[in-house]
Nanobody, 117 residues
Framework: QVQLVESGGGLVQAGGFLRLSCAAS????????MGWYRQAPGKQRELVAH???????NYADSVKGRFTISRDVAKNTVYLQMNSLKPEDTAVYYC???????????WGQGTQVTVSS
């Protein structure tokens, strides 16, 4: 019931930065824990970062210190600031409610991030 649209991906050189946005529409009457996920070629989709209704955040070890997840509740938008990008960050990035992701539900089209060396 919640539509999610990711944007902000692109091609960037190693060491560069990108800011991804996830705009939500539809039924957004609750605060939900939101996550950013990524899927690299030949790999399983993995959770990169998540943020709860109180603003508490968690990160995968591989991105800790480089990525920052944030949320603008009024705008129903979640962001992922990605700094010091590495080629291994190359993937399609998706946002989703963590509760929906656990049920393989409500995935959007994602946004491609490509990091060149």
């Amino acid at each position: 019931q919640v539509q999610l649209v990711e944007s902000g991906g692109g091609l960037v050189q190693a060491g560069g930065f990108l800011r991804l946005s996830c705009a939500a529409s539809g039924s957004t009457f609750r605060f939900n824990t939101m996550g950013w996920y990524r899927q690299a070629p030949g790999k399983q989709r993995e959770l990169v970062a998540h943020i709860n209704s109180g603003g508490s955040t968690n990160y995968a070890d591989s991105v800790k210190g480089r990525f920052t997840i944030s949320r603008d509740v009024a705008k129903n938008t979640v962001y992922l600031q990605m700094n010091s990008l590495k080629p291994e960050d190359t993937a399609v990035y998706y946002c989703n409610r963590v509760s929906d992701a656990r049920r393989s539900y409500n995935w959007g089209q994602g946004t491609q991030v490509t990091v060149s060396s």
